[in-house]
């Protein structure tokens, strides 16, 4: 079983940046690929990005070159830099995990607002 708690989220201007946390409790966190994920008022629940157990990577194509996940296996932390933000990027955000056998847990989520 596996806790996940997302942080970070907030109003930022058009062309600023925020970073997303989400601290994972209760199993081992290497076995788990990560993900985030994003949900905007009306829209289905999109993946923006995702890293496997492995180390590799995969992004959304709204995001590629903004966004950047990453890992701390001994934190048990996944973090989501969001740089150059559009107001297109405004969704509540979801930490994501996957076991290998099939299971996902989520994260509350946390809102970000990219608004003038």
């Known amino acids: 079983q596996v806790q996940l708690v997302e942080s970070g989220g907030g109003l930022v201007q058009p062309g600023g940046s925020l970073r997303l946390s989400c601290a994972a409790s209760?199993?081992?966190?290497?076995?788990?690929?990560m993900g985030w994920y994003r949900q905007a008022p009306g829209k289905q629940r999109e993946l923006v990005a995702a890293?496997?157990?492995?180390?590799?990577?995969n992004y959304a194509d709204s995001v590629k070159g903004r966004f950047t996940i990453s890992r701390d296996n001994a934190k048990n932390t996944v973090l989501l830099q969001m740089n150059s933000l559009k107001p297109e990027d405004t969704a509540v955000y979801y930490c994501?995990?996957?076991?290998?056998?099939?299971?996902?847990?989520w994260g509350k989520g946390t809102l970000v607002t990219v608004a003038s």
């Open positions: 890293m496997s157990s492995g180390g590799s990577t």
């Open positions: 209760g199993s081992i966190f290497s076995r788990f690929a």
């Open positions: 994501n995990a996957r076991h290998s056998l099939g299971v996902d847990y």
